[in-house]
């Protein structure tokens, strides 16, 4: 069945590093992947989108990579802050089918 | 903020009861997605409606059903209601078609006692 896992339940980091979150998948070839932001409380914020024939993205200080081969995903955030601080939540789909398949997310937490 | 709003942003059922979710998708957008987001735990995808039309279903028994209206607003429903339906329910819009961002709302917190 198909599986996505990321990295780690959490990561913790200093403020100035990079923080790298990953994203595994296991039976599926999507399409696309997308980011998410969610804080607690509330709906989940997009992010970036990349498609299969793309191996990376940028956006401002969030870079996102896709290995196909690998059937993973990175997502960077350099010099972070600690209002990066939230859950990222990365979610595949493709084009045939109109659900997103999200990881359970990624608590980052940046300390000052 | 998305331009997302949902109702109520929580609620209380007893086991057994029904329930109305309501979502009011971001001007333009004519896709309505629900999702189900258990504590800890990724959204899971129930279905989207595009147009009126269930355009795609996730592993969700069939007491779970939605609506879409005119103005894409949309409801989800669910009858008889498990324990193991308190989440926060999710609604998302996009305009329909491939690899399009989805805007969600803020949910509703549903807990079945």
């Known amino acids: 069945s198909q599986k996505i896992e990321q990295n780690s339940e959490a990561l913790n980091i200093q403020e100035g590093k990079t923080a790298t979150l990953t994203c595994n998948y296991t039976?599926?070839?999507?399409?696309?992947l997308q980011w998410y932001r969610q804080d607690p409380g509330r709906g989940p914020v997009f992010l970036l989108l990349?498609?299969?024939?793309?191996k990376e993205k940028r956006k401002e200080r969030l870079k996102v990579t896709f290995d196909t081969t690998l059937k993973q995903s990175l997502f960077h955030i350099t010099a972070s802050q600690p209002a990066d601080s939230a859950t990222y939540l990365c979610?595949?789909?493709?084009?045939?089918?109109?659900?997103?398949?999200f990881g359970a997310g990624t608590r980052l937490t940046v300390k000052p | 903020e998305t331009g997302v709003t949902q109702s109520p942003t929580h609620l209380i059922k007893t086991r057994g009861q029904q329930v109305t979710l309501r979502c009011s998708s971001q001007?333009?957008?004519?896709?309505v997605s629900w999702y189900q987001q258990a504590l800890g735990q990724g959204p899971q995808f129930i279905f989207q409606y595009y147009r009126e039309e269930e355009n795609g279903r996730g592993n969700f028994p069939p007491r779970f059903s939605g609506l879409q209206f005119p103005n894409y607003s949309s409801e989800l429903n669910v009858n008889a209601l498990e324990l193991d339906d308190s989440a926060l329910y999710l609604c998302a819009s996009s305009l329909q078609g491939p690899n399009t961002e989805a805007f969600f709302g803020q949910g509703t917190r549903l807990t079945v006692v």
């Open positions: 001007s333009g957008h004519n896709t």
């Open positions: 979610a595949l789909g493709d084009d045939n089918n109109n659900d997103m398949r």
């Open positions: 039976n599926y070839s999507p399409a696309y």
């Open positions: 990349i498609r299969e024939n793309e």
